[in-house]
Each structure stands twice: as structure tokens, then as C-alpha cells.
């Protein structure tokens, strides 16, 4: 939406021929950019609270690059996922303070100053091997102005590892459980706390795990009610969800 | 956890030999009465916020009777899903007060009183087919004593539907959207809305739709951020998950 | 093998044109009977250490009544699973003594005495809903002669009913872990103990839990080592199994 | 269909001896070339509307080569499609005329000129990463001989991207959605237009798209009618039927 | 869309504060009504070219009349797919004219003249089991007036049956081919013609054909381009597609 | 192929317009019936070496009843797979003197004599479930003018059984192998003997046989080379690719 | 089976304490040679008339070597399956006169020579890209001493390329159908002659094809009868089922 | 679990406000090590009897090697599977005594002394592509001080080769069965033992074996009871099961 389009639809305000409220409804669903191979959102930030997110998976570097060259002058906070060390490269060269967390595949520019304090949102991982997809949990969450703590390697094989950090559980107001091969963790968790869990299955496993197929069907069929279920190894969807539960809370107070 | 366990636990906490953080942990973990066939968790409550709901689905009509006849005494809100109307004539036999949703397959006893103020949880159908999965949600939201508001059949064949109802989906705190077939409906609620969307697939469909397998892996896959997915038919997941969340802003309140 | 095959074998043991180790082998392997639409394998109790067991499915009761009728005259102990009670019927006429344990759709004609001593195989479930597969597993297990206990109801939703029989589990010589949904019972068992845990999925739950898929693969990937897991509502296997473990301990006393 | 072939036919019409139609008939299905390792259908063109296309998946490059050099003298529209930059190289060195489209992995030799003018089809992608798909799809179209438009990037997280090109989307006389992820594209489109929308899954995405598998399965469920769908990945067979639909009407007109 | 509502449109065009085209846009978007358990879509038919059609499906006998009522004052045609006799009994009491077609489960009301001449649709089975799904396929075009032409049991272990017919498969206009079991009856008829072939697997077959799944991949992998797939079992998607290509054509004439 | 186009056909010949060859390769593909919901294959005989065979599974009743008044004329043997006692009874209106193997929902008119001398097709089970598939092979076989042998219950649960009738398995031409469950009959029966083995997985079993999916992966990856696989519960298509195998064996000697 | 023994054996029939039944059936069974990591089965010639064959798939190239250094002394005819180039070198080291089939990963050394007369076994791929696993099939039915013809690229896309040689296809004696794709293939020929068609699915095809699943459901749905289907890709598997069928004829003879 | 926390622990025993019983599940159930990216449980060898185990499946070669050097000085076994030589030359670093089992893809440091008397297991193999998996078994069970016995390549190709080794089958007091592709090997096996059989499906093989699912679902549907399945290529889990069970015995004498 850009000025001319904005002139317009405040003058039909003015004149009245345009309510408020629906001005503020058009407001919502107007304005991208358009670069050829992509429609830039620009307005995603407004409507949606958080700005566009880019998902690198199938995209080519140039695409990437040509993607995040136009959002550095519109947004302030710019997360990209599954990002390799070639297109990290790429976008050092727009942005010399990019931020690129390897294990977790994620490119951060800016981002909202994660706080210590108040409500926090946990990651557990029931392995090592979950903490990839549990950081870029953490991480997009922090991006967006959470205080995030983390537990990690607490899965059932050694259940007294999360039994002793209860008081962790309790504290929490949203909790993301990362957890591949049969992904129990979830369950277990949930079965404990009064609060909502994100269930984040990971391909972590061989065999029969199909590739997260067997946590995700695992954390689908949770007995214990209060489980939200996301994509296999989709960390950045359960933070980016922890963080719209989590603020509503925090906005509340 | 009968009168003698809480008198022993008591008397530790006040001889100094029990911690208060300690007795306040043992507590939130020990009491159910074991009745043979079942275990009944009477102090869910005070871990989850809510009483242990019962699943009918692969019991006997007397093991539920006896389920609930157990239960009577101890809570005020009894909730039995998937419940087929020989189980409820048999539970009316000792609650003459419960109340039985057909078309949601949901048995009521007590519960709180929903109100028709403040924030509210909005549940949106892609179709007429979807409705008995979405009454499981918003009866389950109401009898833990939310607001709910519904707008059913709304599905993506008639966008305009859905799009003139922009305000409500704008206002809800959280939104529950039911779909079957190929569950689009999650993901053009999302991309609208700055709230927790959580979606629920229905095994509504036939040929390809696999049982409902087709909208699950659509609403996991869904390209808009802040979806949170269960079960496949599971509205009581999704009322109970709403709930919690929203409970986190009403208390924030 | 009948009398006649049995004594020309021993003659030519005698006349020492068959070895003793040799004869033992084809001891092991010869006789069954053949009915036309059956051949009883009447040695299996020899080479297995149980007889045969007559899996009704797929049979017509005529086929079912058949077997039975000429099982009788040659072994002690007769179990018939998957068996619905047109099948009792016809198979109490031939056996009078005949027990139909309903709920596990099991008839036991005969058996070997459960004890009430020694060591004991702990069969346990997550829910109600899975005890007829437990049950199925139990009354096999007693009918081979091995004492049995039963704890049931104990799922992760509420785990405080399951660390609250740690005593159990511990005490037990093999344990029985029975559940549908994900099934994370099985990996929670065998992170406490250090004995073996026989993991039966049930195609309890709905959904996305694909008739028993769901915890087929959460008990296929389990992250606690020692976990056998059997077929989907395999109640039989699981027992049997069980017991030839337990036997080993039991003979080694 | 040699000379010596066709000769003999037309003979025997002029005899009488086969009449008009059958000998129309017969022309519909003889001509192909056989060089051992593929049987060269230059009858194609006739019978179809649009000669052979060389699918270069599984093919070594001598044998596209081989193909290649024998259709040159005989048609003028040469597609390989799924062709690797190797390939080219080698069908180069044959047509020095040959374009390459990388993105699309697409081979075109000659091929029709587009036109822009009159009846278009219109190629849209929910994201940038189904564009390779997306480009197969308007080439293909494109070298047909059809008029193509492009509208990339306008999937149903940012929906007023779709929305603003309303007028395209009527205006168009046949549209290609292609997507991955959820596919909810296609659904959307053909919930707004009166013409054929064809469906094209992608297999962008990760875990629980299952390489495509979630796109296809949501769009064969689509619950607005007037979608076709094709395999995943598919865009030439999009361009190919596309192409004989649009033609439909232009020869009527 | 009202009178009241389309009033006040046509004065804000008159006023000049709305252009003609905006105008458009919104006829084409907004008019349903709203009856509680569904929100009928009377403007489809502007949109789409045809009225909103029932799928009865997971719909109770009370849900489909009452739609049906409040149709029928606003449109001449109505289908309604997979009906039981159960529903057309409580159709016919609201619409005497109504026709149930039993083999094909569709209930037609009104509808537009079949016509006998002009392009045709050919409807082709590979055997007579599929006839039912070809039948919903066949009597959805007729009732949108299209000249429809049946083939049935032509499938591929009688080839000549079908060779036989070449010339209806070289005259039609478009054609559905539905096929069960490999379902390979769709890539013969495509590698004969240069129309849109629309395919439509069945459920006809066992064992491996796991309810339509073998021929619905068999029709997505066809080696002849031009086939367009729908949902197994799906007549009317069919049906729908196939005329709003034949209409096409029709009005180019 | 009535007289009328026979005499033309021969005419040509004749006449010296149609070569013998040309005549022949006519003869082979030209004769059908159409009766409106069937075209009925009469030459397949011809072609085959055996009638058409009619699949109940899907069709009426009085489509049933019709193909075969219109088959009764024709040809001398019949057969109807998959055929419940009503389409039977329906059948005995028609023609008397046919037959129904009820176990093997098969029903025979006609059909040649089978002898008890030369060349055998073995059908062995599993277990005793397995008999209904192996009797429609067998039955098949027979009616195709086989000797068939019968070894049915010889499953790898007691191999003795098996090893005891090595002497059948040697003398016998093809074999067909019937199981459900693991199918690990097939290969152990192919490891030991040099003839083609049929392997007919049957939907026999429960829980992770997936209606005999497991048999059939399991069949389709034998280690032991010269097994052939059918469809799940296609006794059927055994028996009759069993006969033309033997049938090759027989007219060579 | 070493000399010692084959002495002993002998011995017992000479002092008629061993039939000469009994003999033969102890030398279908016994002979082997244990290599630690494999036991070679030297007398699976005499039992199945082909010596053991060496599946390279998961071996070392030590381990093939080993395997083939052993089995030289003893055998004519060694063949490897899915060897690749390096395996290659490490057999020539061993056997200077083994030849490579790189196209179809197969190594042959020694075999049966074939003939270019008698009863041939036909084996048709749909496309060039199918060719590798023909010419594991067409090359290990030579190896076994039979006539074998080509006929590739005749897929369905052009049926007149097939029908053009319906000659072929009626003078064959066994027929193999290689397809990947759809794999309509193996229905049409089937449909088409009166003897075994042995169908190879492939995993040639992208998307929706599943690699080679596509295939593979639609072969083991072909309604045509007389299919026999082995594993994706198992060109070796209906080579070697072809030539046992094969054999059974020109034995005749 | 600190010598802080013991000394506290055991002053509450002395002091009387701990009981004994209570204090020994406590200690069952403490001590761990945080060492940041995972929670190391020193104590899991006594509560399962065995020390941790670490599957690299996933871990940088850092984090290996950190969980490495902390187990280092508090247990005497490790066991690192599926490792890479990557990881195998960090972990040397740490510990020069570590030995690598390439084959296997193990790192053994320390562990028991097998030893060669006894009861033994026994690990046998369908070929010779599943010795990888057959020894993480073997190794495993070794290193927990088990006497273990091999068998390799004794498929059911060549069933003698197994029938040749009965004795061994029936000395053994636990068997392991390594099979992919058909995986009979685990049924045969159970088929003729009175004794515990794992069954470890391995990912040998192709085409429909996908990736080891034929020979899971084929060993999960056994008919021979008595059989207890792993994850597909779990030989670990194989080594550890049998060696808890095979403690069993060994304790009871």
C-alpha cells in the first residue's frame, strides 16, 4: 500500500463515503510488494503481529538475497529459516548484522530484545539430537520478545531427569516439547502441567521412525488433553506459536 | 489422597521434616481411587485445572457407569466424550441432571456456567458435516466456563462466507477451525488473525480424504503461521486446549 | 506320530542305524494329524513347551468345533483366542469344561494351575479401554502356568498412578506394558526397571491413531532399551511370551 | 509410416478396397520410428495436437541425444522436460537453436510462438518455491502456443495478495495453482472462478508434507468443484492439458 | 444479497462514490444466507455459472431438507450427491418434482435441458461396476446442459471393445474416463485423443487396490499427457469439470 | 462377431482383399455383445483360451443375472468370483445346473472335466483361514480342465508338516502357495523346488497385517527366486495363471 | 556335501538301511559351504536348477569377491545382481572372463549359451528409461539357456507401437512386461494372449509414483487375468520365473 | 547425585525420617549429570544394569564426544552406536583404548568379558547383507558379558543350511534373528525353538521392501508365537533384550 493508496482511502474516510471500521479492515489486508518471484507482505506485521518470516527450503540464494534486499528497509525484524551457510553468506553481504545460529539453520536481523524476566516459555527435548529444531523453537520465540528458558536431554528413557526440574515445568506459561523417535515426552509433560504444550515431533530416529512419522503420530494421539501439534521438525512454528499464547498473557497483565 | 495421607503430609509440613514447596509438589501428584478396571484421577483437577473427562470409546457400558458413579461424589464437572445414547441412558440412571449433546456424541454433568461476556473462543466449520466435531469443542469450552461463539459453514468453496465475518474472527481470542476434505480452512484463518488458530481436522470426506488423513497433513503443512493441530475428530482436544489459553489472558486480566 | 512310526523309529535306534541325537531330531519334528481343512500339530507341545493354540479368526465354527474335538483326546491344556461366543457355544458342547473369559474372547479348556507364588509377570495398561488385550495376555500367561498380577488404568496422563506402583514394577520378573493412543506406557515402564518389558500396542484411540498404528511405531522406537514389542491387539503373543521368558528363571531355580 | 506404407494405403482407397474412414483411422495410429532403445511415435502431432515430449528422468544422455537427433528432422517443436544442464550440453552439440530454461530443467527446440494476445491461461504458485514447477507449466504453454500469464507468490498466508488480482483471476480463460505444503490454493481459486483450475502439488515443504503428498491429497479433496488435478511436480502435464483446454475455445471462437 | 443490499450498492454506483467495476467485484463476493447449520451460498451461481451443490455426506436427513427448503425458492436447479432413499424421502415432500437417480445416489431438482445435439461429453467405464460413479458424472453434465454420450465396460482386458469406439472417442468434445482396480483405462483413452480426458478412479476392486488408491496413482502416473484426475469415486467433481470445459467451446460457437 | 460380419470378413479373404494373417489377428480382437450396462467379451475365449469370467464384487444383482443369461448361450463354461448366495440364487433361475462352492463365494456353470491323471497344480495354505482364498484357486484350476492336489494347514508355525509332503511338492507342476499373515510359506515353499511357485497373499490376520498388506510385501520380497504374486485374496487369478502355465507344460507332451 | 559324506550316504543305500527316496530327497537338501560371513548353498543347481545367485546389494566388494571366489570351482554359471562398476573390477581380478551389463548392473560368468531358436520368451518395456531392468531380465533368461526378444518402448502413450507388434506378442511363449509409471502395460498385453505375462513394476516416475508403488498396486489390480508380478526393479526375479515357465515347455517337447 | 546430596539423603535414613525402602527408590531414581546439551544418567546402571548408551544417530561429533569424556570417569562400559569413523577418531582422542566394530558402526570402550561358556545367545542371519546389524547385536551382548554364537546366511532360500544347524537352534538359550527383505527367518526359527526369539527386521533390500517395512510388518504377523520385534536395524536392541533376558537365567542357577 503506498501513499497514493493510502491518500485514497483516508480522503474517502474524510468524506465519509468509507467507515471507520472498514477502513481498518481494508487497512488489514492491503498492502505487499510485489518483486517479480515474490509478493513481499510487507503489511504482515500489522495484521498478523510479527513481520513475514522467510522459509529458504527450494528457494535459490539469489531469491533469498532478492527477498530479504527488500524487506531490510521495511521491518525491523527479519527471521530466515532453514537456511544454509551459503545463503547465510549471501545475506552477511545485505546485512553485515545478520545472525546465523548453525545448528539451528536460522538467520536473525534484529529482532525484539529477549527479556529475563516475567512469563517464560520452556523448550524441553527429550535428546541431544532434538536440540537443532528446539533452538530454532527458542530462538524464533526470543526474536519476538519472549523470555525463553530451556531444558534439554530429559526424555523418558530417564524419567527422573524431568521429574526433577518440575518446578520448571510449573513455572513455565507455555511449553514447546521437542522429541523425535517415539515422542512420549509430550504426553508426559502435558500430563504434569495445567498449560498448553506445543508438540513439535523431529526426524530424530531411523527404521520405523519414518522419518518423525512415528512422534507425530505419537503426539497426535497424546491421552493427555492440552497438546498442540506442529509439523516435523518445524521449530520455528512452535515458537512463533508459543509467542502469540505467551503474549496474550503478557499483554493481559 | 484420603483425609489420613493429607493429615500425615500435614503433620510433616508442621513438624518441619516436609518442605512446603515439597508438600505442595507430593500433593499435586498423589491422589486417585483405584476401582479395578480404572484409576480414577480425582486430583487432575488440581494439576490440569479440569477433572479427569472420560473417553468412552472401547468401554463397556459399565465400566463408564462405573467410572462416573465413582466420580459423582468427588467433582463437580463430569465430561464423557464419543458417549453413544445407550451409555448415556445408563449414566442418567445415576445423574438424572446430565445432559447429552447427540450430535456431539457428549455427555454433561455440571460443568460451569459459560458466559456470555468478555473474551471468547470463536469455532468456524468448513461445512454442515463438520458441526458435530465443532459442538464437542465449543460444549467442552463451555462447560470449563468460557465464552464461545460459533461460525459454521464457512468453508473455502464460498470465501465470501468466511470474509464477511472478518470482525468476529478479528475479535475471538482464540479460534478453533473444524475442517474435513482438505482442511483449507485452518490456513486461511491463520493468515488472517493475530491469535492461537487451532485446527481440527473431521474424518468428513470419502475416496482420498482417507478418514480424514488428507485435511491432518493439510493443517501440519499449513504455510501460515500460529496453527496449532490435534487429532483427527478430536473437538474435545481442541475445546480443552482453547480453554486453557484463553484462561491464560483471562487471568491476565 | 502314531505307534506304529514311533516303534519302527526305536528299532532302528536299537539296531543303532539311527543315532540317538538323530532320532531325538526327528522326535522333534514328525507328528501331526491331519483332518482335511487341518493338520494338528499334536508335538508342538513337545518342541514348543505349549500346544497348539487355535486362532479363530477367519474360521467357521464348524472348522473351530472341529479342531477342538480332536485336540482333546491328545493334550491338557486347549486355548482358543479371537473366539466369539457362537464359538463358545459349539465348543462347550464337545468340552463341558470349557471357560469363556468374554471380555478377552478367550476360551481355556484345561490349563496348568496359576500359581499365587514366586515370580510373576506384572501385566499393566493405560487405560480401560486396553484391558482386553491385557486380559487376553493375563489368562494365556496363568494358563501356562505362571502367576500373574494385574495393574491397570495407570497411563501417562495421570503418571503419579504409575510411580505410585514402582514397588510392583520393580518386584516383577517380566512385565506386560498393554496400550493404544501413542502408546508411551511401554517406553515409560522400561526406563524404570531393568527386566524385560513386552510392549502390546491396542488399536484403541481413533483418528489418527490408524487402528493401532500410532503406538505400533511409538513402541517400535522407543528411546528405553529392552522393550519386545508384539502385534497390534496380540494379547496371546505377548502372554505367551512372557511366560517362556519367565519360565527360564523359574527352571533355573 | 513410410512412403511405401502410405502408398499402399492410399491404393487401396483409390480401389475401393478400404474406405475413407477407416483409412483415416489407420493414419491416427501407424507412423513410429523405431532406433532400438525407443520407438519414436512422429505420429504424435497428428493424433494428439503437439508431437512427442522427451521425459529425460531415468535417461542416460545418449539416449536423449539419440532420441533428440532423430525427432529434429522430423518435428518442429522439440520438450525434454527434467533435463539436467549435462543433458543440454549434449542436445546443444545437436540444435545449436535449443533453449534452456534451468529453473524449469526444460528443453525447448522451436515450439510455437506465444501470443499475448486473446484467451490466456494464468500460472499461479502459493510461494517462490514452486516457480521451477510453475515455469515448467507456462512454457510448455507457452511453446503450445497459448498466451500464459504469471502471478507468483500469492499463497494463503498473505491471501490479500490473491484477492488484489481478482480481475486476472476472472479474466483468464484457464488457471494452473500450483503449490506445495498445504495446497490451499487451488482451493481458494476455484472457489472464485467459473473456469477450469488445474491443480499442480509441488513437493516444496518438509516432514509432514511428505514430498508432496499432503499438497496432492488436499487438492483431490478440494471442496470447490471445477479442479483437476495432475502429479506432483508435474507442470508440463499442467502446460500440456492447459494448453488443449484453452484451445478448445479458440478454435471456437 | 438482498433487494435492501443491492439498492444501496447500485446508489453508491449511481452516486459515483463506486466504480462499475468494484461494483462487480462485490456482486461476484457477497450474497448467502445464513439458516444456523449452514450458510447458503446463492450467489454461486453467478460465480461459478452453477447453484451451490449438497453433498449429503455426514449430513443428517433434518440438515439436508433444510437447505434443500431454503434453495429452492432461490434457484431452478439443486443436486444433491451420495443420497440415501432415506434422504429423497424427506426431499420429495419439499419438491415433488425431485428425481432420484438410485444407482448414481443423486437427487436432482429442476436442472437445464439435456440436449441431444452439438458437442458432447463422452462418459466411458472401464467396467460395469463403475457404472454408478459414471452415472453421477454423467447425469451432473446433463443437468448443466450438455449433451452427454455413454461407453460403458470398455475396459483393457478387451481392448477391441474399446478400439472398437474410436470414432465417439475422436468426436466427443471431452471425456471422463472412470475405472477401478489399476485404473489404466484413463491413459489408453488419452493416448488416443487430443481432448481433455478427465479421470475419476473408483473404489471398485480388493486387496491391493486399498479402496481406489492403486487406480487413483495409476491415473496420476499416466504417461499420456492431458489427464486431468479428480477425487476417487468423485462422479460429480467429474461431471462439473467436464462441463464447464465443454462450455467452453459451446459458446465460442 | 455374428455370421453376418464373419461372412464379410471371409469374403474379403476370399476375394484376396484381406491376407489369412490380417484375418486371423481380426478374429483375435473383433467379437463382443453389448447390452447396455455391459459389453460382453464372447471372443475372449478365443483369445484367452478361456470365457470371460464375471467379478461380482460391485455390480447388481440383476447385473449379474443379465451378463450371464447373455454369456449362457454362448460359451460352455461360466464362472462368477466373488459371489454372495443371493447372486447365486438369482444365478439357479438361469441355469440349474450350476454350482456354488459357498467357502469360496465362486460359482461354476459348466466348465471343463477335471482329471485325476498327468501333470498337477498343488495349492497349499497356511492355516486353515487361508482355504476359502486356496479353494477358488483350486476350483478354478479344475474348471479349467486341471488336476489339482489339495495340501492345505502346513504354515511355518509347525515346518514338519510342510517337510513331511516334500514328495507332493517335487512331483507337482505349479504350485500355488495360499497365506495370510507373514506369507512366509511362499518362500520357503519356492527355496525348495525348481517350478513356478503362485503366491496368493490372503487378507487373513489382524492388527499390523493390514488386511494382508504384510503378506503381500512379504511375498513380493522373497529371497527365494521364482515366486509370482497375485493380488490379496485373488484365489482367482491364481488358479487361472496356474493353468495356462500347466496348460503349456501339458500340450507339449 | 562334502566327498566323506556323499560315501556314507552312499553306503546306507547300499546296505539298504536308505531308500533310494530317501537319498535323493537328503541330496535336495544338503550341501553347502560355510564361509563365515556366508554359506554358499553349492547344491541349489540339483535343487533348483540354477545355481545360487549373488545379490551385491549391501555387501561388501570383499565380501562379493569372497563369495564368487568360492563359488567358481564349483559352478558354470555365476550371476551378480545390481553390481556396480567397482564390484565389477574386483570380480574380473578373479574371473578375467566375466562380462559386465553396466545398463542393467549385472555381472555373468559362464551361463548357458543362447539360442536364437525354439520358444522365446518376449520381454517389452513401456519406455527407454524401463530398459535396465528388461536387460536384467532378458539377460538372465539367456543365461539360463533361453531364446529371448526385445521389444521396448511400447507403452500405452502409443498403443499402435504395441499393436503394431502383436505378432510378437502372439508367438511368445512367456512374456515379460517391464513399466514404471502407471504400469498399464502389463493389463493391455494380458489382455491381448493366452499366456503368463510376468509383470515388473519399476520405480521409473517421479511424484505420485512413490518409486514404483504406482506401478506396482496397478500390476497387481490388472483386470486382465494371467499376470504374475514380482518386486520394483526386479528385472532378475521375472528373468529367472520366465525361464522356469519357459523350460517347462521346451522340456516337453 | 552428588556426595551432598547422598550424605543428606542417608542422614534423613539415620535420623528415621526416611525409610529404607523409600530411600532405595530414590535412589533408583536421582542421580544425573548436566553437562548442558545433555542430561548424562550416570545412574542407569543401577536402575536398568547396564550404563547409558549413546546413539549418534543426529549428535555433532563435538556433542559425542562431550557426553563421552563425562562418562568416562564414572562407568566402566560405553557404548556408542551407529558411529561413524568421523566420531570413532574424536573418541580415540579421549579414550585410546576404544575399539571400533566398522561393520557395525560401534564404539565398544571397557565392557565385560564375554565369555565362552555357558548359556548362550544365539545370532543368526538371514544373509550376508544383515551381518552389520547381526553384529550390534552380537557386540552388544558381548560387551554386557554374554557368550554369544553365530550363524550367518542361513535364509530360507537354502533352508537346509538352517535344519543343518538344529542342534545349535536348540542349545541356544536366546536367539536373535537378523532378516530383511521377506524376514521369514524369524518365523522358522520360532517355528522349531521352545525359547525367547528376537526378531530384528533390517533395511536389506529394495523395491517394495521399503526400506525394511516388508520384513517389520512380516515379523510383527508371525504365526509362530513366542517372537519379540524391534525397530527396523536395531541390533542394539536386540543385544541389550536378549542379554536381560539371558541374565535371567544365568542368576537363576
Redo the contacts between chains.
Keep these: 500500500m503506498n501513499a497514493e493508496q493510502l491518500r485514497r482511502l483516508l480522503k474517502k474516510v474524510k468524506s465519509g463515503?468509507l467507515g471507520v471500521?472498514e477502513a481498518l479492515?481494508q487497512l488489514?489486508?492491503?498492502p505487499?510488494e510485489d518483486i517479480?518471484?515474490?509478493?513481499l507482505?510487507h503489511?504482515?506485521s500489522l495484521?498478523?503481529?510479527?513481520p513475514?518470516?522467510v522459509?529458504c527450503?527450494?528457494?535459490?540464494v539469489e531469491?533469498v538475497a532478492g527477498?530479504i534486499e527488500h524487506l531490510l528497509p521495511v521491518t525491523g525484524t527479519i527471521l530466515a529459516t532453514?537456511a544454509d551457510p551459503e545463503i547465510f553468506a549471501a545475506v552477511r553481504e545485505l546485512a553485515p548484522e545478520a545472525r546465523y545460529y548453525q545448528?539451528a539453520n536460522l538467520i536473525v536481523i534484529g529482532g525484539q530484545v529477549a527479556t529475563s524476566r516475567g512469563e517464560f516459555i520452556l523448550v524441553v527435548t527429550?535428546?541431544?539430537?532434538?536440540?537443532p529444531v528446539a533452538e530454532e523453537a527458542a530462538i524464533t520465540a526470543e526474536a519476538m520478545g519472549n523470555r525463553v528458558e530451556r531444558l534439554?536431554?530429559?526424555?523418558?528413557?530417564?524419567?527422573?531427569?524431568l521429574?526433577?526440574h518440575?518446578?520448571e515445568l510449573?513455572k513455565a506459561?507455555v511449553i514447546i516439547a521437542v522429541a523425535?523417535?517415539?515422542?512420549?515426552l509430550a504426553?508426559?509433560v502435558s500430563?504434569?502441567?495445567?498449560?498448553?504444550v506445543?508438540a513439535v515431533?523431529t526426524?530424530?530416529?531411523?527404521?520405523?521412525?519414518?522419518?518423525?512419522?512415528?512422534?507425530?503420530?505419537?503426539?497426535?494421539?497424546?491421552?493427555?488433553?492440552?497438546?498442540?501439534?506442529?509439523?516435523?521438525?518445524?521449530g520455528?512454528?512452535a515458537g512463533?506459536?508459543a509467542s502469540?499464547?505467551n503474549r496474550?498473557?503478557?499483554?493481559?497483565?
Design positions: 463515503s471500521e479492515d488489514r489486508f492491503l505487499y517479480g518471484f515474490a509478493k507482505d503489511h504482515r495484521r498478523k503481529g510479527f513475514e518470516v522459509l527450503l527450494g528457494k535459490t531469491q527477498i532453514k545448528l527429550a535428546g541431544t539430537a532434538d536440540i534439554y536431554d530429559v526424555g523418558v528413557a530417564g524419567l527422573h531427569r521429574l526433577d518440575k518446578r510449573f506459561n523425535g523417535m517415539e515422542g512420549a504426553s508426559i500430563g504434569m502441567v495445567d498449560k498448553p506445543i515431533p526426524s530424530v530416529g531411523y527404521g520405523a521412525s519414518f522419518q518423525g512419522l512415528a512422534a507425530l503420530l505419537g503426539m497426535l494421539n497424546t491421552c493427555a488433553p492440552g497438546v498442540a501439534v506442529v509439523n516435523i521438525d518445524n520455528f512454528g512463533y506459536l502469540i499464547i496474550r498473557r503478557k499483554r493481559g497483565r
